[in-house]
């Protein structure tokens, strides 16, 4: 996934993979900062790729391309 970085600001795994998702949430429960940590570094990665001068360049250069 572009927005999750596995074990930075999130965590990837199959959704039939129970085991390691009730592993992370009992992980998370228990560690505040680990929490806070993970959020604040998902909020900047979203902020980096989606900043809105970032969505306009992009959304312009594929319009340019296609037109």
Not at 30 to 54: C, N, P, S, Y
């Amino acid at each position: 996934s572009e927005l999750i970085e596995n074990g930075v600001n999130g965590y990837v795994y199959s959704v039939k993979d129970t085991d390691s998702y009730q592993k992370h949430i009992i992980e998370l429960i228990g560690d505040e900062d680990k929490r806070t940590q993970m959020g604040q570094k998902g909020e900047q990665l979203a902020k980096d790729k989606f900043h809105i001068d970032i969505m306009v360049d992009q959304y312009l250069n594929t319009y340019n391309k296609i037109g």
